[in-house]
């Protein structure tokens, strides 16, 4: 690889001299669509292809400007050129290129060195188009290096990188041209081979002797075409030129009349052989051009490597013609005319290195990661693909899939639903990074390996770990975990390491983590072991327990989980004894504090008047002994129950885990007692005892939103545009009294469509709201982990601020409108990677008044207008900026005009079906 593989046309040394010293022209004959750039060039100047030059500043954000020091025909040249001194061991500069409105562009580069910095150290870097690394770039092997690319245009601006090597130096440039090329122009040759990029290797115009390459304006698109006389070791065949008219625009390469006008001819042996030397394996296309020069038809064999590609090609007489092929996995090519009748001729070559392009990742990752970016205000240099050319900072990648994400040292403050949209990571590293509270929102990453969050604030395992199925090593030392171990854990059954080191965990570990292929770290703790000496500690409460540290400095040892029995064992008499004497102080005063609590709330309840009191044996009669489920969720179980007065209820059974604090609890019941709207689901009572909280509510038999849209076919059926919008006017209704209507006023945090119920009449009730707002209030310390809203119906703004506001709310209903309109979930697996985000995949289509993407069973059932109306509504509804959403009073009013709209379209048209 040592050998040079860059071929530098002749003409370098003329520009190189005398591209600079041209003077400026005023009359400036800059051809459409060229993009000059002198790259590190402080003037404009026209060369002498009157093709105009700017300096490259505005299209590169990075790089020092300086001269090169040529001795070029015995006069010093002082080439401009701009070098990039690195920050880091691997960084990137990026040029970003405006393309336009084209379907292909030839990119040329020029890379000097010209010992700028007085070292003689020329550097060696690599450089990228897009997605794809389109060269290495060795200035030690030839000065200036010279590099052409055809791109197929994919989007409007191009990212085109320099990339440092560790002990490389630092990359240089001096020029880049961008030139667009005919419409259609290789993409025979791209889209039968499967590439977008073409690195471009050898153009000869075959014929042709002189040593200067022909260019603009010969050839309007500005290819340099070169002599050929290198390539064709037999000097045998002659060149012809004639000045015969071809009408070349046949062929969509567009090869310039002047081009075909030469030809090299085989006269008088039996064949014409070029070759040309490649040194890199790869896959090459071929592009040959004939034209009928002379005025007899010629045919040949036509052979590549040896293989005949073309059996008895025949070129006629003034008519023009091109042979494509591809070759793969070559590193030298010869390319030979065999004589049949006639003269064998070609008249113009070129050949590309087919460059593969990655694939990109998907915009869900994508947007989660610039998300999370955000989320940590650092500015890490993460543009384009996160993967391609070469991973982002603190990412690693396993093609197009990001498999790795370490943030750690960083303030993240909490885990964020956003980590859990990664679904491809294996490893997720979030040491140090301030994360308090529980551990949430990584039950989806069903393939991760090892995960890390030592060094934080957390508190409580959660339950994702029962989803986590690949988990291999779990990292959580150093952090503040109470109470006991979840048994969950031990499902993990290829969990090999499991680090509870230093934290404020206690209790008898769970006999399935008691197994020699999984090693248990535990020293730390307040009392963690497999035997039962910390058995009867079994007061649920958080009690603060001080931290009684045991073996603090050893995370670096590696004891098997015996050895850490041992030390468990040895210190838990001690442990034992400590914790009785705490746990006795503070039941004695939980106890006083406790009767406080009941008398007060009590008597505050018959001032509420509304909600009833349930006793638990109550609770258990109406639902038949919790004998129906009527749903589930985050919060715990929903039972169907009934009344002595024959009313059906829903009743709310939280789980442990979800319960609040007595006060937050009473709290709660208090607001939603006070809250009564017609569109709100109406608390009936409550219960709270036996270490239970439950909730009453009324029984809304149409069941939700959720049920309807997506339950069954038939269900969704009998949803027809009018009766979306009166369940969204309705909905609207409810949380325009939440926010403007009651006192205090509500943010709802939890909009989605299963939050959205339909009594029997089909009119829609907004439920479960007024949950965590007080919370906030009451009991700060849990309300760090609190965090409420569901995957695809949060508010991006979120992420940023830590805070939900009305216009969360707004985001969220904004997601339940295109839910209703488009008929699908917010998160999809079911189609590509594009569709998988509601939000970002139904926004463009509505924004450009496109129905395309309306629920297959609305289709024509709608009117255009009214749909049109709730359609704006949704998208300015899901603005990622919080202050162009419109307010809920807005929405109302936008959406009962679409109602409006659609049911006099229907009277109009003698349909009655509402
Ligand atoms: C450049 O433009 C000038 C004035 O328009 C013209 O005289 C000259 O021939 C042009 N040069 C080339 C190389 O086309
Ligand atoms: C590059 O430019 C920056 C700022 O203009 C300067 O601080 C730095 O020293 C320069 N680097 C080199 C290697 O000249
Ligand atoms: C660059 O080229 C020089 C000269 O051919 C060679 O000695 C050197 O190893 C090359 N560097 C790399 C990184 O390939
Ligand atoms: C090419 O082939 C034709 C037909 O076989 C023959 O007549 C002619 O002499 C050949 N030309 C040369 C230069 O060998
Ligand atoms: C052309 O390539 C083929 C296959 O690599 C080889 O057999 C043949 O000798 C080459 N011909 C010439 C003239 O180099
Ligand atoms: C080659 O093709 C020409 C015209 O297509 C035909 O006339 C001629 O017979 C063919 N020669 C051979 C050897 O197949
Ligand atoms: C945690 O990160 C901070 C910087 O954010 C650093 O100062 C500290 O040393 C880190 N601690 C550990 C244990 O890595």
């Known amino acids: 690889m040592a050998v040079p593989h860059c071929h530098c046309p002749p003409s370098l040394a003329f520009l190189l001299v005398h591209g600079i010293s041209i003077s400026i022209l005023l009359a400036s004959a800059d051809p459409p669509g060229f993009l000059s750039l002198s790259c590190g060039g402080s003037t404009s100047f026209v060369d002498s292809y009157n093709i105009s030059w700017v300096p490259d500043a505005p299209y590169v954000a990075a790089g020092n400007a300086t001269a090169a020091n040529f001795v070029q025909a015995g006069s010093m040249s002082h080439l401009p050129l701009r070098f990039f001194p690195d920050s880091g061991a691997e960084s990137r500069a990026c040029y970003r290129l405006p393309v336009g409105d084209v379907s292909a562009v030839l990119i040329r580069t020029r890379f000097v060195y010209g010992n700028h910095d007085g070292m003689l150290r020329p550097p060696v870097f690599t450089v990228s188009l897009g997605r794809a690394i389109a060269g290495f770039v060795n200035l030690s092997q030839v000065d200036p290096w010279v590099e052409e690319f055809v791109w197929r245009v994919d989007r409007d601006i191009l990212p085109f990188c320099l990339h440092s090597i560790v002990g ?39 014929g042709y002797v002189d040593e200067e390459p022909l260019r603009y304006p010969v ?167 996160p993967c391609s050319p070469k991973p982002w900072m603190h990412v690693g990648c396993d093609g197009n899939l990001v498999t790795s994400l370490k943030l750690s040292n960083i303030d993240l403050g909490a885990i964020t639903p956003t980590f859990g949209d990664l679904l491809d ?70 969990l090999r390491l499991l680090n509870l080191e230093n934290n404020k965990l206690r209790g008898v570990l769970p006999q399935s983590l008691n197994k020699e292929s999984l090693e248990v770290r535990t020293s730390g703790n307040l009392c963690l072991s497999f035997s039962s000496t910390c058995n009867n500690l079994s007061d649920h409460s958080s009690i603060p327990t001080p931290q009684v540290v045991f073996d603090m400095k050893r995370p670096s040892s590696h004891p098997n989980y015996r050895t850490v029995i041992i030390v468990a064992v040895a210190t838990g008499g001690i442990c034992f004894a400590i914790l009785l004497i705490l746990v006795a102080l503070m039941v004695q005063r939980r106890r006083s504090k406790g009767d406080d609590v009941t008398s007060r709330t009590s008597r505050e309840i018959q001032r509420w008047n509304v909600a009833r009191i349930f006793s638990y044996k109550e609770i258990k009669s109406i639902t038949n002994n919790f004998k129906d489920v009527i749903g589930t969720g985050g919060f715990g179980s929903v039972y169907l129950g009934k009344l002595s007065d024959g009313k059906l209820v829903a009743v709310k059974v939280r789980l442990d885990r979800t319960q609040l604090g007595a006060d937050s609890f009473m709290n709660e019941v208090q607001l939603l007692s006070q809250v009564r709207h017609q569109n709100l689901v109406t608390l009936e009572g409550f219960c709270h005892e036996s270490k239970q909280q439950i909730l009453v509510y009324e029984y809304l038999a149409g069941g939700s939103l959720a049920d309807n849209l997506y339950g069954s076919n038939s269900k969704r059926a009998t949803l027809n545009w009018a009766r979306r919008l009166k369940i969204a006017v309705d909905a609207a209704k409810g949380l325009d009294y939440l926010h403007n209507g009651s006192n205090p006023r509500i943010i709802h945090r939890d909009v989605k469509c299963s939050n959205i119920l339909l009594d029997s009449e089909v009119n829609a009730k907004v439920s479960d709201f007024g949950l965590s707002k007080q919370v906030l209030q009451v009991d700060a310390t849990h309300v760090t982990t609190a965090v409420k809203g569901t995957a695809g119906y949060l508010d991006p703004e979120y992420y940023a601020t830590q805070q939900l506001t009305e216009k969360s709310d707004i985001y969220s209903f904004g997601v339940v409108l295109l839910e209703m309109i488009c008929g699908r979930e917010p998160l999809s697996h079911a189609g590509t990677p594009d569709s998988y985000n509601l939000v970002l995949w139904a926004k463009p289509y509505l924004q450009a008044g496109s129905f395309d993407i309306v629920d297959e069973s609305l289709r024509g059932g709608f009117n255009k207008e009214s749909m049109a109306k709730a359609a704006s509504t949704a998208v300015r509804c899901v603005e990622r900026d919080a202050s162009r959403r419109p307010t809920i009073a807005e929405v109302l009013a936008e959406l009962k005009e679409a109602y409006s709209t659609q049911l006099t379209s229907l009277s109009t048209q003698g349909h009655d079906d509402v």
């Open 219 to 385: 050839d309007k698109y500005d290819r340099l075409w070169d002599a050929d006389e290198r390539f064709s070791p037999s000097h045998l065949a002659a060149s012809f030129h004639f000045p015969i008219s071809f009408d070349p625009t046949g062929i969509k390469e567009n090869p310039p009349i002047s081009i075909l006008q030469t030809a090299r001819v085989l006269a008088r042996k039996n064949v014409l052989t070029y070759s040309f030397p490649l040194y890199k394996l790869g896959d090459y296309s071929v592009i040959l051009y004939f034209a009928g020069i002379v005025p007899v038809s010629s045919s040949f064999d036509v052979l590549i490597n040896g293989d005949v590609i073309h059996s008895n090609y025949t070129v006629k007489h003034e008519e023009v013609s091109s042979i494509f092929f591809l070759k793969k996995r070559i590193d030298s090519l010869n390319i030979t005319l065999h004589n049949i009748s006639f003269y064998p001729q070609v008249n113009g070559i070129e050949i590309y290195e087919i460059l593969g392009i990655p694939m990109e990742c998907s915009t869900t990752t994508v947007s989660a990661l610039q998300v999370i970016r955000q989320s940590t205000g650092f500015d890490f240099g993460w543009e384009d693909d």
């Open 425 to 494: 990571l294996k490893i997720l590293d979030l040491h140090n990074a301030s994360i308090a509270g529980e551990i949430t929102n990584l039950g989806t990453l069903q393939k991760l390996e090892i995960l890390n969050l030592s060094f934080n604030k957390l508190t409580s395992f959660g339950s994702d770990f029962n989803d986590m199925i690949s988990l291999q090593i779990l990292d959580l030392h150093n952090n503040s975990l109470e109470g006991e171990v979840p048994d969950g854990l031990g499902s993990l059954n290829k």
């Open 168 to 206: 490389g130096g630092f990359p240089v440039i001096s020029s880049l041209e961008v030139r667009p090329l005919p419409k259609g122009s290789y993409g025979t040759t791209m889209a039968k081979f499967g590439g977008n990029l073409l690195r471009k290797r050898f153009r000869i115009n075959c």
